[in-house]
């Protein structure tokens, strides 16, 4: 497929998703998170690749949904096409329930369906230019992608509501303390702080890697009970999987393990 709003390349076993409309913020339109949507459909169904890293071209990474298309959205006469807001409740749910560990690098202003998009990561790293905050008051609107409701689970209740009211930003820095943030760099270095980690991801097993994260998720909202039950049964089930006997003669041979994925 040929992207316009989007780049999208493979390195090694990590692709890279670029949203590329710098002149809008690289704002989420329809085509782009139609783009989006299509790109995470590939990544899904190639085994090769194994970490997506998500970032952005220009100086924002995100600042959130194009209101100007959304607005154009909202007067056209019902008549059942999908608008943009249809689009980006399904890239969200991709998103959330991606398979494989996703790094979002942000290269600079991240706002309201931007901070959204980050809230999706596993890692989230971030150049020294970053400004982070939500912003929808700011414009009249409301969350749509986990702002309200995420948020607060991120970074402290108090905090979240602080920021969700007043649509103040602040700089990376701050969410690094607040633990958003896994790691701030210089802006020159920023794609090549993600790929390191997404290489030292990579090289662990696709298998655990895909249940780690699935666990991860699923207690968020479970009794505890629950989810180490949960746990204990996957680790049981992991026993009969080639990288979990891989993993082990690796460590009594000590050579580095290659794992398979299955």
């Known amino acids: ?25 690289n704002s989420l339109s329809k085509k782009m998170t139609m783009e989006i949507l299509q790109a ?17 071209k220009g100086k924002a990474f995100c600042a959130g949904a194009d209101l100007k298309e959304l607005l154009r959205d909202l007067n056209k006469d019902p008549d059942g096409e ?23 690098a942000l290269n600079g202003v991240t706002l309201a369906g931007g901070l959204e998009l980050a809230m999706t990561a596993d890692i989230v790293v971030a ?20 702002g309200a409701v995420r948020l607060h689970k991120e970074i402290g209740i108090n905090r979240a509501k602080y920021l969700l009211f007043t649509g103040d930003m602040f700089p990376a820095k701050e969410w690094k303390d607040y633990g958003f943030v896994h790691e701030v760099v210089p802006a020159e270095e920023l794609n090549e702080t993600a790929q390191k980690i997404a290489d030292k991801v990579a090289a662990k097993s696709p298998l655990v890697l895909r249940e780690m994260k699935r666990l991860v998720r699923d207690s968020a909202d479970q009794k505890l009970d629950t989810s180490l039950r949960q746990e204990l049964l996957s680790l049981k089930n992991h026993t009969h999987s ?7 003669s690796a460590f009594s041979e ?9």
Do not use: C
């Not at 000590?254 to 299955?262: A, D, L, S």
């Open 1 to 25: 497929m040929v992207y316009e709003a989007i780049i999208y390349e493979k390195k090694q076993q990590s692709s890279w998703i670029y949203l590329n409309r710098p002149e809008e913020m």
């Open 40 to 56: 995470l459909e590939e990544i899904e169904q190639d085994d090769d690749i194994r970490v997506v890293i998500l970032s952005g």
């Open 82 to 104: 999908k608008g943009i807001l249809d689009y980006a409740e399904e890239l969200f749910r991709k998103l959330n329930y991606l398979s494989k560990p996703l790094i979002v």
């Open 127 to 146: 150049s020294e230019k970053t400004k982070i905050g939500d912003g929808h008051a700011n414009f009249g609107v409301l969350p749509g992608g986990g």
């Open 242 to 248: 080639y990288d979990f006997s891989e993993g082990l």
């Open 254 to 262: 000590k050579r580095t393990p290659e794992f398979k994925g299955y």
